[in-house]
């Protein structure tokens, strides 16, 4: 099978915005973490652009090769260059798709233009406290700044660093193209964490009305924010892979791949809807369960879950059709 592959520009707020497009199909934009680039996401192209899916990877502004912003971005800002993209290249209706930061970005972009959205896929969203954000900043901004060393050693520093920030990573070939990756970077590489965890990410989630799916691996430095994510919207479907690092999608590819198409919808009968709908509300009164004040009785937990299932989903009488 013949798989067509392109490179390209746009005119952004920032200057020009770098994207790749793979494949015939259904459009699919992906929105990649930092400070990463689109090639964090290159071993999914063909996979995804073989079974019918037009992939279409985006630089970030101040990463791979877009062009920089000469001030601090918002994640407003950046979801507002993937809306230019869309609009550049006459698309209708598009799923979206981001990790980390670029999970970020996809949200912000799922609530200002819902109508062009049709499903959404957060992998790794990063949900955190004040406090969470505030020292992974402090960390973030801590770590020395690249400096070109005659003996090469900035090389071997940065490979250093981002072991560390890899915990239990064991992909030679991923944590090599990330740190290529790093390399690349065009701005001040702190642009895109300060955009996100400036962004109000829950204000965000609890604006979304698309169909919406919670993607994250065990081993994720944030697993546990994507946790809290599923817990502030349990109508969303939740997946999990096991084991992997923030380079999941490099160390297991094919499962990754495979979690995009189980967001696809297809005909039911009554009997079948009804069921999937009572399966999918109980699981979200389960987990809304989990955000119930200590103290609170039984019977009350309930009642605050099965009502906050009703906002999100309805009932199987009159669902909420997203």
Request: charged share 25%.
């Amino acid at each position: 099978m013949n798989i067509s592959s392109r490179k390209g520009y746009i005119d952004s707020i920032f200057g020009q915005l770098h994207f790749h497009v793979t494949g015939e199909g259904k459009p699919l934009i992906l929105c990649h973490q930092s400070p990463s680039s689109l090639e964090m996401f290159s071993k999914a192209f063909e996979p995804l652009a073989r079974s019918g899916i037009q992939v279409i990877a985006v630089d970030t502004p101040g990463y791979g090769q877009s062009d920089a912003p000469t001030t601090q971005p918002s994640i407003h800002d950046y979801s507002l260059c993937v809306l230019d993209l869309i609009e550049f290249l006459k698309l209708e209706k598009v799923s979206l798709l981001g990790h980390h930061t670029g999970a970020c970005i996809v949200a912000e972009l799922s609530v200002i233009a819902s109508d062009r959205v049709d499903k959404l896929i957060l992998n790794g969203p990063p949900v955190l406290t004040q406090e969470e954000k505030d020292n992974l900043m402090g960390m973030i901004e801590k770590a020395p700044k690249m400096k070109p060393e005659e003996d090469g050693s900035h090389l071997t520093d940065l490979w250093e660093r981002r072991k560390l920030f890899t915990p239990g990573w064991s992909d030679l070939d991923a944590m090599h193209r990330g740190v290529i990756q790093m390399l690349r970077v065009t701005g001040d590489e702190i642009h895109g964490f300060k955009a996100a965890f400036t962004q109000d990410l829950e204000e965000v989630l609890l604006a979304i009305n698309v169909p919406t799916m919670i993607l994250t691996n065990t081993g994720d430095d944030i697993y546990f924010a994507a946790k809290r994510a599923a817990s502030l919207r349990p109508d969303f479907k939740f997946e999990e892979l096991s084991d992997g690092t923030h380079d999941i999608v490099d160390e297991q590819t094919d499962k990754w791949v495979g979690y995009y198409f189980l967001m696809g919808s297809s005909t039911q009968t009554p009997e079948e809807f009804d069921k999937e709908f009572i399966e999918k509300f109980d699981a979200c009164v389960e987990r809304a369960k989990n955000r119930c004040d200590e103290g609170i009785s039984e019977t009350a937990c309930t009642d605050y879950a099965m009502n906050r299932c009703e906002t999100f989903l309805g009932t199987k009488e009159n669902p909420i059709i997203k």
